[in-house]
């Protein structure tokens, strides 16, 4: 089946730093990829939306700026958390949709931020 | 806008007993309903999905998922609950158009005591 890679699997940073988050489509192409923050005890709530080749569509209330978003391949994109501070601390989770498949999306094993 | 209520924070179910894990929705046009497990500290699992066609889906673990329009739910089951099975569960919804995104539920939380 289609698998989704991330990494790091967890990631321990300074405040102030920047870190960065691949996630990757090991065996098929995502045309779009979708990056999703994780809260302990709640669900997933869709930071953006990237499609290959293109900006990245944010949603509301996420910061593009802070959140940098690069889809520069069909098989990878990274999220970059700059100027972290604590309150990203987070469980960070991509996703990918196969290009052959308009129902399907496949996620990521999950990056954890903690920001010191 | 399309929404997914699962009105239960936390399911309790003894080994062996059948579970229900409840899910209704809200989308505009013909609903894509999915289910995902996730265990502490991993990604989301696919267990299964509708698209159309029979209403009774069948999918990983044992699971399956019985959608019905008219109540506009998507029920996750399992006959004999394991205590393995004891994970956090998304119930998700898209619409039909190519563009739309998924919208995840709040996530139940289902415990399975030996």
């Known amino acids: 089946g289609a698998v989704v890679s991330q990494h790091p699997s967890w990631v321990i940073c300074k405040s102030g730093t920047s870190v960065k988050i691949e996630c990757r489509s090991l065996?098929?192409?995502?045309?779009?990829m979708f990056w999703y923050r994780q809260f302990p005890k709640q669900s997933l709530m869709l930071m953006a939306t990237?499609?290959?080749?293109?900006?990245?569509?944010?949603e509301q209330g996420v910061e593009k700026d802070k959140f940098l978003i690069n889809h520069a391949s069909l098989t990878l994109s990274t999220l970059t958390v700059t100027s972290a501070h604590p309150e990203d601390s987070s469980f960070y989770i991509c996703?990918?949709?196969?290009?052959?498949?308009?129902?399907?999306?496949?996620f990521g094993p999950g990056t954890r931020l903690t920001v010191t | 806008a399309q929404s997914v209520a699962q009105p239960e924070d936390q399911v309790n179910v003894a080994e062996g007993n059948p579970l229900t894990v409840k899910c209704t929705y809200s989308?505009?046009?013909?609903?894509?309903l999915f289910w995902y497990v996730q265990y502490p500290n991993r990604g989301l699992q696919f267990l299964l999905k509708?698209?159309?066609?029979?209403?009774l889906v069948k999918g990983s673990y044992g699971f399956e998922a019985e959608f019905n329009k008219s109540q506009t739910s998507f029920h996750l089951k399992k006959p004999s609950a394991l205590v393995s099975d004891s994970a956090l569960y998304f119930c998700?919804?898209?619409?039909?158009?190519?563009?739309?995104?998924?919208?995840f539920g709040g996530g139940t939380r289902l415990m399975v005591k030996p």
């Open positions: 989308v505009s046009g013909n609903p894509y």
């Open positions: 065996d098929f192409q995502a045309t779009t």
């Open positions: 996703s990918a949709r196969d290009a052959g498949q308009i129902y399907e999306q496949y």
């Open positions: 990237s499609n290959e080749g293109s900006k990245a569509t944010y």
């Open positions: 998700a919804v898209r619409g039909n158009n190519a563009g739309n995104m998924l919208t």
């Open positions: 509708y698209i159309t066609g029979d209403n």
